[in-house]
């Protein structure tokens, strides 16, 4: 466990546009985005509705094509790769968090968490996994199936199983967005802890500011823009910027 500053970038996007649809049904959802997202930070990406948020996160993320400019995972540009290489890159570097929790019913909790290594036929780290069961509180939980646990565990499972790879990057979409106050407040800990105590890297998109103010910082999307930047934020302040931006509009 690390505790030095890294000034690396985990992932980026550079001129990044995504239009959907053509002539009178296109839709410009990312309009010319730059965004770097640091290594060993919690990134949010919060946003109105339609505001690109998704899109952008499924673009960095190697889920989705651009339709213009670049996508990078460390140094690695998404454009340069095969379908084969890029599902590689995806499973050894990247980790995913959805708002449902996206975990096999027929496996295990044990089971679900080492699945992206067992289906990569890598050897994973077993101090590490570990060391992530205690972080998530699963231990007592290991040989349930998810029906029989809680929206919050099963989240906890997925958040367990997107860093178990040790990836250079996590994406998180919506992660709090099936869960009650209190288990979706465990999960947003659980994803700082991971950044701050294990060294690991997060984004999430979210629309929730609460959510928000566990991050390091927050981009703010408009309109498939980039708009703003906050460090250390609060629920507060975030609220206040989104509604500044509903107040003024925000298209140039
Ligand atoms: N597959 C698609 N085909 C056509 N248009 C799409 C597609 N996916 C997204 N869009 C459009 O692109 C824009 C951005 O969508 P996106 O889902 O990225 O926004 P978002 O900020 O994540 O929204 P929300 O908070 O509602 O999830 C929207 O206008 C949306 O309707």
């Not at 985990?10 to 839709?27: F, M, P, S």
């Not at 998180?172 to 700082?192: I, M, Q």
Request: glycine share 10%; aromatic share 4%.
């Amino acid at each position: 466990m690390s505790t030095a500053v890294r000034t690396d970038t985990a992932a980026r996007v550079v001129d990044a546009v995504k239009v959907y649809g053509r002539g009178d049904t296109e839709v410009r959802a990312l309009d010319g985005v730059s965004v770097d997202f640091a290594a060993g930070r919690f990134t949010a990406i919060m946003g109105p509705s339609g505001s690109g948020k998704s899109t952008l996160m499924h673009c960095a993320a190697g889920l989705d094509t651009l339709t213009s400019g670049s996508a990078f995972i460390g140094g690695t540009e998404l454009s340069t790769l095969d379908d084969r290489r890029l599902t590689l890159l995806r499973r050894e570097r990247i980790g995913f968090v959805f708002q449902a929790f996206n975990l096999i019913p027929t496996l295990t909790v044990a089971e679900n968490i080492t699945l992206p290594q067992d289906l990569a036929g890598a050897r994973g780290d077993q101090e590490w996994t570990d060391a992530l069961i205690d972080v998530v509180g699963l231990r007592d939980r290991l040989h349930h199936r998810p029906s029989e646990l809680s929206g919050g565990q099963q989240q906890r499972v997925a958040v367990a199983r997107a860093f178990a790879g040790r990836p250079d990057v996590v994406f998180a979409d919506e992660p709090t967005g099936n869960l009650d106050s209190r288990s979706g407040e465990e999960v947003l800990r659980l994803l700082g802890r991971a950044v701050r105590q294990m060294d690991r890297t997060v984004v999430m998109v979210t629309h929730d500011p609460v959510a928000a103010a566990h991050a390091d910082e927050v981009v703010f999307l408009a309109d498939g823009r980039l708009v703003d930047r906050m460090q250390n934020p609060t629920a507060e302040r975030v609220l206040d910027r989104l509604k500044a931006f509903d107040a003024r509009g925000v298209r140039t």
